[in-house]
């Protein structure tokens, strides 16, 4: 055999040799982003306005029963969207988890959610407490309703938010601040129902019968109840149940208004899917399991709030303070009607 024919045959082998060498690192190579991929996907990055102690627990069970990892950020929602807004594509970002429907709203009118697609949620959350064009879910319900001395208002006495404008309690009311969010979405609700004119009638009907300045969050109106600087007041039902569970015998009960026009004005704690979510499928798993049986029964007992899904029943505590008849006009109203409401209160002299 010819040199030249050997020194062909040796190229020949040395090229085949660095072909196959190229095509099992492009294998590899291809196997290795498939397994960075998959472990992507087993991490979901979550926003939340919600305190730390109270996601943690939902987020450490879900990770022991499916493995997917859960990293999260806590801030205010309003920073929260803005955040979301900015980073654009580049969010990090799959799930977008809040209190209070109005914030909900507003995350949907930034731009940075998406719709999803989810029989699990249709059958676990009731209409009125999801997006209409689902991009939203309500996760836990809580009422803002009433509290009132037990020593000087009988139960009889109170109806409703609109019977809080009567003259017969000048003097005798307390409120929270209009500055928050949950007053802001009651009020968008009465104006839902009743019109911008009798609602602003409701409204200055409050403010000339309180007894004092508006405070600045639910349990000083209820120790302000208990002190005896007013006797009825408006407060989400776990800021009372807070204070029940630490004092049995405390001098302020909870009202569920039974007869009111519209029923007890409900709100939720929810969550939703991010525009921009690089792991949609396990965020949707995620929220799916947050509107469980399972799930629902930790959130019943953590917080004292009434679970979303109306197959799973309240805490024994809760359960105690009657029967809950919540209006079921769609929260998204809440919302939508929220800037309204701030001028109206800002209109009577609500601070």
């Known amino acids: 055999m010819s040199k030249t024919i050997v020194l062909i045959s040796l190229l020949m082998l040395t090229a085949c040799s660095e072909n196959t060498g190229q095509e099992k690192k492009q294998a590899k190579d291809s196997k290795s982003t498939q397994a960075v991929t998959e472990e992507k996907a087993q991490k979901i990055v979550v926003y939340s306005s919600r305190k730390e102690h ?3 627990p939902f987020f450490e069970e879900f990770t022991a029963n499916t493995g997917i990892d859960i990293d999260y950020i806590t801030d205010k929602a309003g920073p929260l969207v803005t955040r979301l807004k900015a980073e654009g594509a580049r969010t990090p970002a799959d799930i977008f988890m809040t209190v209070d429907a109005g914030n ?15 029989a699990t949620l249709e059958n676990n959350v009731a209409q009125n407490l999801q997006d209409p064009d689902n991009q939203w879910f309500g996760l836990t319900v809580r009422a803002r309703t009433m509290v009132y001395d037990k020593n000087k208002v009988k139960p009889e006495e109170l109806s409703s938010y609109e019977d ?5 309690w000048q003097g005798r009311l307390c409120l929270r601040t209009s500055k928050k969010v ?3 979405s009651l009020v968008a609700m009465l104006i ?9 009638s409701i409204i200055k009907g409050w403010v000339d019968n309180l007894a004092t300045a508006p405070f600045s969050n639910d349990t000083k109106v ?4 208990e002190a005896g600087q007013c006797e009825v007041g408006i407060v989400n039902s776990y800021y009372f149940g807070r204070l029940e569970k630490e004092n049995p015998d405390i001098s302020v009960a909870l009202y569920l208004p039974e007869n009111s026009e519209q029923g007890v004005h409900v709100n939720i704690s929810g969550a939703g899917i991010t525009k921009h979510a690089k792991n949609p499928k396990a965020a949707l798993q995620l929220i799916e399991w947050l509107s469980s049986k399972s799930a629902q029964q930790m959130y019943a007992g953590l917080n004292l709030e009434y679970p979303a899904n109306t197959a799973v029943k309240s805490i024994e505590q809760v ?3 009657g029967e809950l008849n919540a209006d079921t006009m769609n929260l998204s109203k809440a919302g939508e009607l929220q800037p309204a409401a701030v001028q109206l209160m800002d209109r009577v002299g609500y601070k």
């Open 54 to 56: 109270l996601i943690k």
């Open 104 to 118: 909900l709203w507003l995350a949907k009118r930034e731009g940075v959610l998406q719709s999803v697609t989810s």
């Open 319 to 321: 359960q105690a303070w």
């Open 182 to 184: 949950y007053n802001q």
């Open 222 to 225: 209820v120790k302000a109840i």
């Open 192 to 200: 839902a129902r009743h019109g911008e004119v009798k609602a602003e």
């Open 164 to 168: 809080l404008a009567d003259p017969k």
